[in-house]
């Protein structure tokens, strides 16, 4: 898993700090949505073994699956940045876990799964409020 890979020393002082806030399960902002989408109603599968890449959030019947992205270890295009310090090899890092992202949708979309990525940054009800559009577009008949 991404999260708990072992890092080459030396790191930088900013890097040293981010690593050691970089929870190992459940993140702030995945919490923050779980509980959001619960008190909507929304009733889902967290981490299911089941399923190619073990989506934070999966909801099962409508077959949506949900990732919180954090923007440094998935590149968010407006908060994913680089260290410096051996640079080289968290580019290589960062890049498999990238394309790792991208196998893993692929994997899920195979299965009929649609795959909705939430970056840690976005707001918690617009994040909701994307993922139970998604939801109710799945679970709602055609011509409906
Ligand atoms: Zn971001």
Redesign the pocket.
């Known amino acids: 898993m991404v999260r708990t890979s072992t890092v080459p020393e030396p790191l930088d002082a900013a890097t040293s700090v981010r690593m050691s806030r970089q929870p190992r399960s459940s993140t702030k902002p995945e919490l923050a949505l779980r509980r959001e989408l619960h008190r909507r109603g929304l009733r889902f599968r967290v981490n299911h073994p089941g399923l190619p890449g073990r989506p934070d959030l999966a909801f099962t019947r409508a077959k949506v699956a949900v990732f919180v992205d954090g923007?440094f270890w998935h590149r968010?295009?407006?908060?994913?940045t680089m260290p410096r310090n051996n640079r080289d090899w968290w580019q290589a890092k960062l890049d498999r876990n990238v394309a790792r992202d991208r196998a893993k949708d692929a994997a899920l979309a195979e299965r009929g799964w649609v795959v909705l990525h939430v970056?840690?940054?976005?707001a918690t009800d617009a994040a909701a409020d994307r993922v139970q559009a998604e939801w109710r577009r799945r679970v709602t008949p055609i011509g409906r």
């Open positions: 923007c968010c295009p407006q908060h994913g970056w840690e940054h976005e």
